[in-house]
């Protein structure tokens, strides 16, 4: 993946947005905080002139934490101002996202359409995939696994990442975990599976999450271990 970086283009800029707005939309404090619910819909918009892609890796995520604040006001009050300025908060990020967003986005539906349906409908779009696969096969269902254990992190990286990667899965607890887990699967799943070309940059923005994750898995209450494995 390193190697590869100078064709990459606008995978390491996506990257990185991605990781920013993802950042102000934890410091929304679940839509309750106004500033920063302007502050992510502006980012937003900007990310959505990067790349377009960008929905692909934040839609999940910013569904699941919206809802969830949704849900915990109404468990936690009776007060239903409190459910109502989530709800305004939302309006105004997807006003400010919107806003700045249009400034590219607007008029083009249509393109955005037969964007998406060329790159999940049959046919030879697939040939644009490297390395490329049988299309159908396992291998080719299991692109990303294979292609990030032999190019992507490397054999022995994958396996510790896998290893902590399952650790965090199975021990922790909490929304953070639900939250990272998302913004890795549901991209993950869509890219190995309903779109037709698979390039390992794709996936590009989904490795600050992993790095996440690996790290929160390598914490052990003894922490001459846990100094050894991030050493390691």
Do not use: C
Request: charged residues 15%; hydrophobic residues 55%; glycine residues 8%.
């Amino acid at each position: 993946m390193l190697f590869r970086s100078p064709s990459y283009g606008l995978d390491f800029p996506l990257t990185a947005i991605v990781v920013v707005f993802l950042y102000f939309l934890l410091k929304t404090e679940g839509f309750k905080n106004t500033l920063y619910s302007m502050i992510s819909g502006l980012i937003l918009g900007i990310a959505s002139l990067v790349k377009g892609q960008v929905f692909l890796f934040i839609l999940a995520p910013l569904a699941v934490y919206f809802l969830g604040s949704v849900i915990r006001e109404i468990r936690r009050k009776q007060d239903l101002i409190s459910i109502f300025a989530v709800f305004v908060n939302f309006t105004l990020f997807i006003v400010f996202s919107f806003q700045i967003g249009s400034l590219w986005w607007r008029g083009k539906f249509d393109e955005i359409s037969s964007a998406f349906r060329e790159h999940v409908g049959p046919g030879n779009k697939y040939l644009e995939s490297f390395p490329r696969e049988v299309y159908g096969s396992l291998s080719y269902n299991l692109f990303y696994f294979k292609y990030l254990f032999l190019k992507g992190l490397g054999p022995l990286f994958t396996v510790i990442t896998g290893i902590f990667f399952l650790r965090y899965t199975l021990v922790f607890k909490g929304r953070a975990k639900k939250f990272l887990l998302i913004w890795i699967l549901v991209p993950f799943f869509l890219f190995s599976v309903l779109f037709k070309v698979h390039q390992l940059r794709f996936i590009m923005p989904l490795m600050p999450a992993v790095g996440i994750i690996t790290a929160l898995g390598s914490r052990f209450r003894k922490k001459i271990l846990t100094f050894s494995v991030r050493f390691i």
